[in-house]
T-cell receptor, first 109, second 126 residues
Framework: SLLTQPPSVSMAPGQKVTISCSGS????????LSWYQQFPGTAPKLLIY???KRPSGIPDRFSGSKSGTSATLGITGLQTGDEADYFC???????????FGGGTKLTVL | QMQLQESGPGLVKPSETLSLSLTCEVN?????????WGWIRQTPGKGLEWIGS???????SYNPSLKSRVTMSVDTSKNQFSLIMTSVTAADTALYFC?????????????????WGQGILVAVPS
């Protein structure tokens, strides 16, 4: 994947976790990023768009930030229901293609 | 509430090659009213892969790695859009999603998929 994410992260309930997404100037560095949450057997769900905006219905426990060619998804007040796979995605201007990160599996334990 | 639903015979075999044919029906929003509409697939090994996107009045844009084998089209009368992939192999086995894409430009491209279908599993025999 052109966007690099850690394969897995884990944190205790109630704590905060961050998931990183690293890219380049042709994707994250010059275009807006979105984040998706996916539970097993279901479709991805939009969590964050345009780097740091939340769609209606997404709690403010979820946040997005970006600096240069890297972005971060933050989740506070972790709940067992947050256990899922999380993907970042954006447009790559050089390749003219949508690119996604490989996904990060969040375990809340 | 807008909903997208993938369907299709999955695999068809014209002569010696296998082709994949899928349709995405959109409910709760008129395709001809705007927005882009895309296909994304997911495999355990390669993760999420964008196949292509189209706008009802423009030529589709495709992933360069798949462009030679993919055709997308829209039928506004049925409010659905379709994907045809030719010469498929076992490597094309995946969960295929259709989705609505929000796309624009403001100090950089902003694209995101805000509504997704539930996905349809396509298994290509090896």
């Amino acid at each position: 994947s052109l966007l690099t994410q850690p394969p897995s992260v884990s944190m205790a309930p109630g704590q905060k976790v961050t998931i990183s997404c690293s890219g380049s100037s042709s994707n994250i560095g010059n275009n807006y990023l979105s984040w998706y949450q996916q539970f097993p057997g279901t479709a991805p769900k939009l969590l964050i768009y345009e780097d740091n905006k939340r769609p209606s219905g997404i709690p403010d426990r979820f946040s997005g930030s970006k600096s240069g060619t890297s972005a971060t998804l933050g989740i506070t007040g972790l709940q067992t229901g947050d256990e899922a796979d999380y993907f970042c995605g954006t447009w790559d201007t050089s390749l003219s293609v949508w690119v996604f990160g490989g996904g990060t599996k969040l375990t809340v334990l | 509430q807008m909903q997208l639903q993938e369907s299709g015979p999955g695999l068809v075999k014209p002569s010696e090659t296998l082709s994949l044919s899928l349709t995405c029906e959109v409910n709760g929003y008129s395709i001809s009213s705007g927005y882009y509409w895309g296909w994304i697939r997911q495999t355990p090994g390669k993760g999420l892969e964008w196949i292509g996107s189209l706008f009802h009045s423009e030529s589709p844009s495709y992933n360069p790695s798949l462009k030679s084998r993919v055709t997308m089209s829209v039928d506004t009368s049925k409010n659905q859009f379709s994907l045809i992939m030719t010469s498929v192999t076992a490597a094309d086995t995946a969960l295929y999603f259709c989705a609505r894409e929000i796309r624009g430009y403001s100090s950089g491209w902003y694209n995101y998929f805000d509504h997704w279908g539930q996905g349809i599993l396509v298994a290509v025999p090896s």
